[in-house]
């Protein structure tokens, strides 16, 4: 699509535009796939021509997405050593080049500091982080192997807010963000880029079927669009990064949250003038 020397400033008519947002013939294992935000981006990326693995700790789930996308599933935690082994086992069987990976592996535990155990602080640690850590060493060498390598983390506006209701989540999306740039580092040089986005509050369901619900409208009216966002919009800025138009793009974390970040944090907004 591009000429070969990086030197050559490329003119618009030597681009192909029409492939700038395609993912054609390229392959990504995709962990979390069996629902929610794993399963839009799943769906994305196969609307975009690529081929995807479905990974998911859910047999079930994640199945039946894969079965719909005529794609390969693999059962596996990759919270654990074990787990993350028997995913690279499976790509390295059945996958001849790996693209890339997209981790939207999370959980938020809510609580009071007080409340919170060390066990569910490591627990915060082991699920939002480590894993991360884990696909780097068991993955991201294969990917490193093509020529368009691509890897997208999920991670949260909480990583860059304090909140009083999540003490492990916000420090360990932190971390994460770190662990990004530190693993765009380490294999920029040979190509592949590394980026997160950072969902701020959206119609889940389990947001929906939750106290969420309730709070719909004034949570709405924090963000300067005046909505919650929806997890296909979550998707859809992954599948951005993980394509030729966001070539230049490495060690980035992209807030997806109607600009809730951007709004007054003062207060001052709410006094009268």
């Known amino acids: 699509?591009?000429?070969?020397?990086?030197?050559?400033?490329?003119?618009?008519?030597?681009?192909?535009?029409?492939?700038?947002?395609?993912?054609?013939?390229?392959?990504?294992?995709?962990?979390?796939?069996?629902?929610?935000?794993?399963?839009?981006?799943?769906?994305?990326?196969?609307?975009?021509?690529?081929?995807?693995?479905?990974?998911?700790?859910?047999?079930?789930?994640?199945?039946?997405?894969?079965?719909?996308?005529?794609?390969?599933?693999?059962?596996?935690?990759?919270?654990?050593?074990?787990?993350?082994?028997?995913?690279?086992?499976?790509?390295?069987?059945?996958?001849?080049?790996?693209?890339?990976?997209?981790?939207?592996?999370?959980?938020?535990?809510?609580?009071?500091?007080?409340?919170?155990?060390?066990?569910?602080?490591?627990?915060?640690?082991?699920?939002?982080?480590?894993?991360?850590?884990l696909l780097g060493q068991t993955l991201a060498p294969r990917v490193a192997q093509s020529p368009a390598g691509a890897i997208v983390h999920v991670s949260s506006v909480m990583g860059a807010r304090a909140g009083r209701r999540s003490p492990g989540y916000g420090p360990a999306k932190a971390a994460l963000e770190i662990w990004v740039k530190q693993l765009a580092a380490e294999y920029g040089d040979r190509g592949v880029r590394v980026n997160a986005v950072a969902p701020g509050l959206f119609l889940s369901p389990r947001f929906v079927g939750g106290a969420g619900a309730q709070a719909e409208p004034l949570l709405s009216g924090r963000t300067m669009l005046g909505r919650l966002g929806q997890p296909y919009e979550v998707a859809a800025t992954v599948a951005f990064l993980l394509s030729p138009a966001a070539g230049y793009i490495t060690g980035a974390t992209i807030p997806v949250e109607g600009g809730s970040l951007s709004t007054d944090s003062t207060g001052l907004d709410d006094l009268p003038l």
């Open 1 to 133: 699509m591009l000429p070969s020397d990086p030197l050559h400033p490329v003119g618009a008519t030597e681009v192909d535009h029409s492939a700038l947002f395609r993912l054609d013939g390229r392959t990504y294992a995709v962990i979390g796939a069996g629902a929610g935000i794993g399963e839009h981006v799943a769906r994305t990326l196969v609307s975009m021509g690529a081929q995807v693995v479905c990974v998911d700790i859910d047999e079930a789930s994640v199945r039946a997405v894969a079965t719909d996308l005529k794609a390969i599933h693999v059962v596996a935690d990759v919270t654990t050593e074990k787990g993350a082994a028997a995913l690279a086992a499976v790509v390295g069987a059945e996958v001849d080049v790996l693209d890339g990976y997209v981790d939207v592996i999370g959980q938020m535990q809510r609580k009071a500091l007080g409340d919170f155990s060390l066990a569910e602080w490591e627990q915060d640690l082991r699920v939002n982080l480590h894993h991360a850590f």
